[in-house]
């Protein structure tokens, strides 16, 4: 029996594995955004906890809201591990071995801020990221900032809360 033969014999068999194998593929990554979001949300709140028990001003540590931030106590993921604030499991990367970013905001928005950053997000998943998190994100001249940044085929994901 030729190989065209077997296969229009066992078309609907192949249909029926192809949409089965879509349909694992788009439940896990929304599993894998949902984690995400989940982590992100985390990471915000303990942030932000961390912020009021730093008894300081901003996320830089320093007495402006602006410029250049050089103080040592600043923000950082691994306080909030030291600190127990968070699991080191909350600034893994669902979509890659890259871990979770945090930074202070930059100058031109204010040091108050963070941002949180996922490298080689898939497209797809970080459109999907950034849909779900607008609402949630720091908005400056009714901008959300929040973004997708596509770099042949394989995105970075950043939002400022």
């Not at 961390?50 to 306080?79: E, K, V, Y």
């Not at 970013?101 to 040091?111: C, E, G, R």
Request: proline fraction near 2%; aromatic fraction near 8%; charge should be neutral.
């Amino acid at each position: 029996m030729s190989t065209l033969a077997l296969y229009e014999e066992n078309e609907a068999l192949w249909s029926l594995l192809f949409v089965a194998a879509n349909f694992y593929m788009n439940v896990r990554e929304n599993q894998k955004v949902s984690d995400a979001i989940s982590r992100v949300d985390t990471v915000v709140n303990a942030s932000y906890h961390w912020l009021d028990g730093a008894n300081q001003r901003n996320f830089c540590g320093g007495t402006s809201d602006s410029g250049a931030c050089t103080d040592t106590n600043r923000i950082a993921l691994q306080q909030l591990i030291d600190l127990k604030l968070i699991k080191t499991e909350s600034t893994q990367n669902p979509f890659s071995t890259k871990s979770l970013q945090i930074s202070i905001a930059p100058a031109q928005i204010n040091h108050s801020y963070i941002t949180l950053t996922y490298q080689d997000v898939p497209v797809k998943a970080c459109a999907k990221l950034e849909q779900k998190l607008k609402d949630k994100v720091k908005v400056i001249n009714n901008v959300p900032q929040i973004s997708c940044q596509d770099v042949a085929g394989v995105a970075t994901w950043s939002g400022t809360f």
